[in-house]
């Protein structure tokens, strides 16, 4: 329909046979890629696998028996890691290119059974002791290695979620059931000085030499790390609700400027979704407080409702700014 427009265009003498030709060349269909299809179902295969894998060691323990679960995981993290060894480019400083799509899955998949072993054998032999905190010390210090040594973000995103419930374990009575959700004020603030962490580690690493490709991943994990923990604070720790609120009006105008900066609506997002969870909390659990019964709900779902849709528009107004700088 479109292309006819442009024929009655040319036939006007308004537009030139040269210019129809390059427009028929541009609305030719094309090859579609299926490159983001492919990989999503991929991950969603190995995700399925491993829960699979978890089921299945979970339900058929006693008929399969300890040591042939330990030996079948052992065999599929090794046939992993050896088929990536043989497979894997020159190692670099710099970014390495994935020989293959089976490269990468090979090693997620590796990666997380070698957590899921770790914590089979903490949870069945005691294999690490008294203290949980090296059943996650060990595997992290591993992926670590793994995603330096083999160049893999995905594997990076494990390792550094792996510091953060190792740290939380760590100072929460190294047990397993030190590990609460973020309602601990140590937990909390811990949470946050490792987001700081990360952000500041994401610029040295952005300023030299060494996978410096990898400072997206730790500056991105520093920034949710950072604004959860602050949003806890706000929830959990009452007293000091003020300053975990102004902390979080000071890391949205942090990304608020690396918005600008990298015109990212990403960071955008970001920038307006902590605080205004923060704000959303105060006003919901401190300001209707005098409110009960039903004029405390209308309340709080008309602030909802009118916040939610102020929120669309200032993520709207900004992100045309951002694209337009």
């Not at 952005?206 to 949003?231: C, D, L, M, T």
Request: charged residues 10%; aromatic residues 16%.
């Amino acid at each position: 329909m479109a292309l006819s427009v442009f024929e009655r265009l040319m036939e006007e003498g308004l537009i030139s046979a040269g210019s129809l030709e390059k427009i028929r060349e541009k609305e030719k269909p094309g090859p579609t890629s299926l490159h983001w299809e492919w990989r999503s179902l991929l991950y969603l295969g190995i995700i399925l696998f491993l829960t699979g894998t978890g089921i299945i060691i979970y339900t058929h323990l006693q008929q399969f028996g300890y040591f042939v679960i330990i030996g079948t995981l052992i065999l599929l993290i090794s046939l992993s890691y050896t088929y990536c060894f043989f497979v894997k480019p020159p190692f670099s400083w710099s970014a390495m290119a994935s020989p293959n799509i089976w490269y990468d899955y090979s090693l997620l998949a590796g990666g997380s059974l070698l957590v899921l072993l770790a914590a089979y054998l903490q949870s069945q032999f005691n294999f690490f002791g008294s203290s949980w905190n090296l059943d996650l010390f060990v595997p992290m210090v591993m992926l670590f290695f793994t995603a330096y040594y083999y160049d893999h973000r995905g594997i990076l995103g494990m390792a550094i979620l792996s510091l953060a419930a190792w740290l939380g374990i760590t100072i929460n009575n190294a047990t397993a059931f030190g590990l609460n959700l973020l309602n601990e004020p140590d937990v909390i603030r811990t949470l946050f000085l490792l987001g700081c962490g990360l952000i500041a580690l994401s610029v040295v690493i952005g300023q030299n030499r060494f996978k410096p490709h990898f400072q997206e991943i730790f500056h991105q994990f520093g920034i949710h790390f950072a604004g959860v923990a602050a949003v806890a604070g706000v929830i959990n720790e009452s007293k000091y609700y003020l300053i975990w609120l102004a902390i979080l009006l000071v890391l949205a105008m942090y990304l608020m400027r690396t918005a600008f900066r990298k015109k990212s609506t990403y960071y955008l997002v970001a920038a307006c979704l902590y605080p205004y969870a923060g704000l959303t909390y105060i006003f919901m659990e401190n300001w209707t407080k005098s409110l009960h019964g039903e004029p405390r709900i209308y309340a709080n779902l008309g602030y909802a409702v009118i916040s939610g849709l102020i929120l669309i528009g200032v993520i709207y107004r900004l992100n045309k700014k951002i694209t337009q700088s």
